[in-house]
């Protein structure tokens, strides 16, 4: 799990784990119309208790956030634009890390 002050301290140096995602059968990674977008991947993560999961709670309550494209770049110029504190920056970083993870994951075991 990360927590605040891990993210404060940039020396500090951790993995995060990706929970297990429910409902994931459903997402094919290869196909890039089934291929979960970010957004449904952090909606999943609503349930977390550290700042990956404050970050689901926050931004997903916007109902545009569906139409942002599915880039990392475009994720952080739309938190950046709404004055985001630099924790969920930074929790958005490592959210996107584990998106990816998860990516490669469901890809792998197929």
Same mark, same amino acid.
């Given at each position: 799990m990360i927590n605040t002050a891990d993210l404060v301290n940039s020396d500090i140096i951790f993995t995060v784990s990706s929970?297990? /995602?429910k409902n994931s059968s459903r997402l094919d990674p290869n196909d890039e119309q089934t291929k979960p977008l970010f957004y449904e991947w952090l909606s999943l993560q609503i349930p977390r208790n550290d700042v990956i999961g404050d970050l689901a709670r =926050?931004? /997903?309550t916007d109902p545009g956030i569906k139409r942002l494209p =599915?880039?990392?770049d475009d994720w952080y110029c739309y938190l950046h634009a709404r004055a985001t504190s630099a924790i969920k920056l930074i929790a958005l970083r490592y959210a996107w890390g584990e998106y990816r993870r998860f990516l490669i994951l469901q890809t792998s075991s197929l």
């Open positions: 929970p297990r /995602l =926050n931004v /997903l =599915n880039h990392q």
